[in-house]
């Protein structure tokens, strides 16, 4: 309801429409390009098993699209959200072979990602 003049039409409602669904994508990338974009499906959740397969993905991504690049080292950045400090992603990460970059928790500063993402 709305207050109106009177002799004034009221404004015309407009149809509220379902918006679109959300989608997670994940991606991983270096600084030569995308390595990894992985979709999550709808109605899965993200949690520490999902992403300890998509870091075994990420590291075949790397043997295939670097070659020589995982026998040189690899290092790994991310954040402290709970899906990357589960107990099955540590140890995939170790598995994987990867070299963690310390995020310090509430990091006022800037993450790498922020300043350049190749596409």
């Known amino acids: 309801m709305q207050w109106t003049k009177k002799g004034e039409r009221p404004p015309k409602k407009f149809k509220v429409q379902k918006s679109a669904s959300k989608l997670m994508a994940t991606i991983f990338w270096d600084s030569e390009g995308v390595l990894l974009i992985d979709y999550l499906p709808k ?4 949690n520490g098993q999902y992403y300890a397969n998509l870091l075994a993905q990420t590291r075949e991504a790397v043997v295939q699209k670097r070659r020589g690049k995982l026998s ?13 400090t589960a107990r099955v992603s540590r140890q995939a990460l170790k598995d994987t072979g990867f070299s963690e970059i310390d995020h ?13 993402f190749p596409i």
């Open 104 to 116: 310090p928790p509430y990091s006022p500063d800037l993450a790498p990602s922020d300043y350049f």
């Open 43 to 46: 109605g899965t959740t993200m």
């Open 72 to 84: 040189r080292g690899v290092l790994f950045l991310q954040d402290n959200a709970s899906v990357h």
